[in-house]
DNA sequence: CGACCTGTTGATACTCGTCAATCTGAGTGG
DNA sequence: CCACTCAGATTGACGAGTATCAACAGGTCG
């Protein structure tokens, strides 16, 4: 959490070690496991600490809609800390390490230390910007630019919490995921998939990805970080 | 925006007075003007007094999508509170008045009455469960669906702060900013349309909407009101 | 009155979905 | 150590939903 909240916000050492000191119960959690469900009232709000998770919604007829990766370092319920029922649910799309902390604990640290509430709020406002950006993917883009944007910006993100090395990185996300992230089907998924590989725009094998040519996938997905509002230019790297 | 605010919180007679004297520039803005744009800083937050806006972003290729419509008691840009430079556009699509708050007054007023951060955390955390449903509209509903889902949004916050009587209202939206809001063609629009009016689910003329059977368009739109948190449960009305 | 914006309609083209079959690789149990 | 299983990836054929293009109608406003 450390870490992300330093990527959009600067931290005094007080902060810091309010933040690391604050309670949490560590959970192991496997793949495709839910972590909370549309309809709950959490007293809680969850961080990932390691692994991959996604926030989705489900239409009547059954069809899932991811709205976001949740990385580690992100807190995807920290709505339910003024919202008192959950709109979405969560689920591991890996096997996961999840800390849960207390709703009172993150009311009584905003409190002592004011600045972060503004941190926290700060996250959510993100999160809404990354949700713009996805309304706008999913409804003005077609399949194989958004597919490059949703990897360009899990690439920035990783990037900004330190899981990118040498233009590559861990993607445990499989292409059925990506079809209900970005709104086709699977099988179209795996035709632009191909589309990209073809292109010479990313390397994708089994859970690995690397990207041989940054500037022209950033290119092929209209991709500027800028709604990320990264706090210092890591996007840029 | 005391209304509005009063439909999603509850606030004290202090607050509510404390609202009420924060100084604002009040503006008459046309239609088809923008209020910020993309890439601004601004150093103040606009309130729709009255009249519609909507928050949009735009592709590479210049197609324009309406992540949100912006409704009279609406903090559009409340976000930018926190992040420094916009990420999107917001103009008016009808005449408006329209309210600016500096930033610093906001500030001070949370300081003062704690629980208007609170209160403003949570109209920005409900605008990212809108943006959150939209995601899931434009991604894996059908055009039809869409459009009654949008038209049963739009009346359910209309609602809430009362500008809708016997289930009519006006509505001053053309087809082309539907169609930027569902994420399909202006003709695709006007075809929809005139399918719910067969289907007998709404009387749309000019700037007029009436919805003869509420129960059978929310049905159409799969709407359920709960991702808009509203405080009383004027959703069922 | 003419310009213009919005709404409407028809014809045609294309993106993408659906269905169904096959393939691949990573476990798992005997 | 190998057959078995199963999820995920891949491929082809076909169809549905929607875009695009183009033309025209109706209302508004300078």
Redesign the interface.
């Known amino acids: 959490m450390i870490r992300k909240l330093e990527s959009i916000f600067t931290l005094s050492e007080d902060e810091r070690h309010a933040l690391q000191t604050l309670p949490m119960q560590v959970v192991a959690i496997k793949t495709d496991q839910a972590i909370v469900r549309e ?1 709950d009232s959490p007293s809680r709000a969850c961080l990932i600490l390691s692994g991959f998770a996604c ?1 989705y ?1 489900v ?3 059954g ?3 991811i ?1 976001s990766f949740n990385l580690p370092g992100d807190l995807p319920d920290l ?1 339910s800390l ?2 008192t ?1 959950l ?2 649910s969560i689920s591991t799309i890996s096997p996961c390490s999840v800390g849960f902390i207390q709703h009172e604990d993150l009311r009584d640290i905003c409190e002592r230390y004011p600045r972060l ?2 941190a926290f ?2 996250e ?6 990354i ?6 993917n ?4 077609d399949a194989y630019t958004r597919m490059a944007h949703v990897l360009c910006e899990l690439l920035t993100r990783l990037r900004a919490v330190g899981l990118v090395e040498d233009h590559a990185c861990d993607l445990p996300i499989t292409q059925g995921e990506f079809a209900d992230a ?2 086709v089907s699977t099988v179209h998924v795996n035709r632009v998939l191909q589309q990209l590989r073809a292109d010479g725009l990313i390397e994708l094998t089994g859970d690995r990805l690397k990207v041989p040519d940054w500037d022209r996938l950033k290119e092929a997905g ?1 991709f500027d970080p ?2 990320l ?1 990264l706090e210092s230019n890591q996007a840029a790297a």
């Open positions: 309809g926030t919604k239409t009547a007829q069809k899932r809609q709205v709505q003024h919202l029922v709109d979405n509430t503004a709020w700060r959510t406002l993100i999160d809404a910007a949700f713009r950006e996805w309304v706008l999913v409804g003005r883009r970005i709104g209209e800028t709604y509002h």
